[in-house]
């Protein structure tokens, strides 16, 4: 089968398309004919060893141990393994593999657990249902689990024109809380017609100085230090963070020590678990028409590399696909 491989740590044109090996299913697996994938910044971290100590973490000091990238996959299951009891052939399916699964999916085919899939929205393409897995699962569980999203708050998304924060955005909509959307000048209006009710321009205002005050930020990376996001939200409120510098996210961790103390404001660091569950939860917003995946652009498998130029330099609006067949 046709797969891109990542032939070393460094820029998009390490990716190469080359002829590997056709997977097989294992007792508890399902073959997946992939339709398509999408770009995360785990692929990009992964493709650049940014931060260095993902060398360590992807088990290749000089390129990733695991060289296919790609976590989302939407396809069509073509096999299955002797014990796997929930797909058929010919099932339409979506889902995440994570990188503890050692699998990727910029590739013609994939074998995944069972659990780690579920079928495809009705609604959507297989471009739109790729879009969706990792990045919308983050903004659920960040909302939600973290930050215990409850009908009627003041929500603020910092970073809500990326792939977290357009699915972040809809998904707070659908909790039936105020949504504040932070991004740059150009992405305003997408955001707005996502739902948010008040959009802020970090490139002009900075949401933490206004006097402004939330029950709930997400911020899907730091961009300010920890003191500033405490100083927005109310002395109950949560601050939760998906990613940013190892500092931003250490600074997060520790204050949530320290609230544990003192009972007040409270900090998370989302920590991304896989779950059918929620990807079933997913499904049922999407084909409710509460959310929408936003895609940028759409690439097709040969040209993943320059995807990955387009991820890398322009801050794409919601996600980059890749589409195989
Ligand atoms: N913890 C976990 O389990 C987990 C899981 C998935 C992802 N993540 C992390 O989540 C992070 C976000 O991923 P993503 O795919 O959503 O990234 P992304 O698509 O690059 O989106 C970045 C967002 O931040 C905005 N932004 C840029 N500079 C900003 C600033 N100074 N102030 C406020 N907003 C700013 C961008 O707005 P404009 O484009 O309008 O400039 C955009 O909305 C990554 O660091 C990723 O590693 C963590």
């Given amino acids: 089968m046709k797969a891109i491989v990542c032939t070393k740590y460094g820029p998009p044109k390490v990716l190469q398309l080359k002829e590997v090996a056709k997977p097989a299913p294992q007792d508890d697996e399902v073959l997946i004919k992939i339709h398509a994938a999408s770009i995360n910044s785990r692929d990009w971290r992964r493709m650049r060893a940014n931060p260095f100590f993902i060398r360590l973490?992807?088990?290749?000091l000089l390129k990733p141990k695991n060289p296919i990238l790609g976590a989302d996959v939407a396809g069509q299951v073509e096999a299955i393994g002797s014990n796997a009891k929930q797909f058929k052939p010919g099932d339409e399916v979506f889902g995440y593999l994570p990188s503890a699964t050692g699998r990727g999916t910029f590739a013609e085919y994939v074998c995944a657990k069972e659990n780690l899939i579920t079928l495809k929205p009705a609604n959507l393409t297989f471009e739109q249902s790729a879009a969706v897995p990792l990045a919308a699962m983050t903004a659920l569980q960040g909302l939600r689990d973290n930050g215990n999203i409850q009908r009627g708050q003041k929500v603020l998304i910092n970073g809500a024109s990326g792939g977290v924060g357009t699915f972040a955005v809809q998904i707070a909509k659908a909790f039936g809380v105020e949504v504040t959307g932070v991004c740059s000048t150009r992405n305003l209006e997408m955001v707005r017609s996502l739902g948010a009710d008040h959009v802020i321009d970090y490139q002009k205002e900075d949401f933490t100085q206004n006097g402004q005050q939330y029950d709930l930020i997400l911020a899907v990376n730091g961009y300010h230090p920890i003191s500033d996001y405490l100083r927005a939200l109310n002395a109950e409120g949560t601050y939760v963070v998906a990613g940013g510098s190892m500092f931003q996210l250490f600074q997060a961790a520790l204050q949530r020590r320290r609230a544990s103390k003192t009972g007040s404001q409270i900090t998370?660091?989302?920590?991304?678990?896989?779950?059918?569950?929620?990807?079933i939860f997913l499904k049922e917003l999407l084909e409710s028409g509460k959310v929408i995946p936003i895609i940028d652009g759409c690439y097709p498998l040969r040209k993943t590399s320059e995807a990955f130029w387009y991820f890398e330099k322009v801050h794409p609006k919601g996600k980059v696909v890749i589409s195989v067949v």
């Fill in 268 to 279: 998370y660091v989302v920590s991304l678990v896989q779950s059918q569950k929620d990807l």
């Fill in 57 to 60: 973490m992807a088990g290749g």
